[in-house]
């Protein structure tokens, strides 16, 4: 059974950091592009970040310089490094392993950013 778990989330202030964590069990971790979506009160989801088996990372025009996306292969787990957060930040983060089409997703983690 595949299970992804997102942790970290939470209230923070504005211009404060996060780091959001997701623990992947039951797939081949080191074998999956992993990525972090989020979606935010009446809007669509959205990609965030994401990185490649080999390490290789991108990032939305918004959270560039800001969020960082690593991954631990021995850990089974990638994470979302947050600083600078901003209120439009404030949404449901999701990992997702294997790209938006993939049934392996997390339940996600709220993050609200306080002005």
């Known amino acids: 059974q595949v299970q992804l778990v997102e942790s970290g989330g939470g209230l923070v202030q504005a211009g404060g950091s996060l780091r959001l964590s997701c623990a992947a069990s039951g797939i081949i971790f080191s074998k999956y592009a992993m990525e972090w979506y989020r979606q935010a009160p009446g809007k669509q989801r959205e990609v965030v970040a994401s990185i490649t088996t080999a390490g290789s990372t991108k990032y939305a025009d918004s959270v560039k310089g800001r969020f960082t996306i690593s991954r631990d292969n021995a850990k089974n787990t990638v994470y979302l490094q947050m600083n600078s957060l901003k209120p439009e930040d404030t949404a449901v983060y999701y990992c997702?392993?294997?790209?938006?089409?993939?049934?392996?997703w997390g339940q996600g983690t709220q993050v609200t950013v306080s002005s």
């Open positions: 997702c392993a294997g790209g938006i089409s993939s049934p392996y």
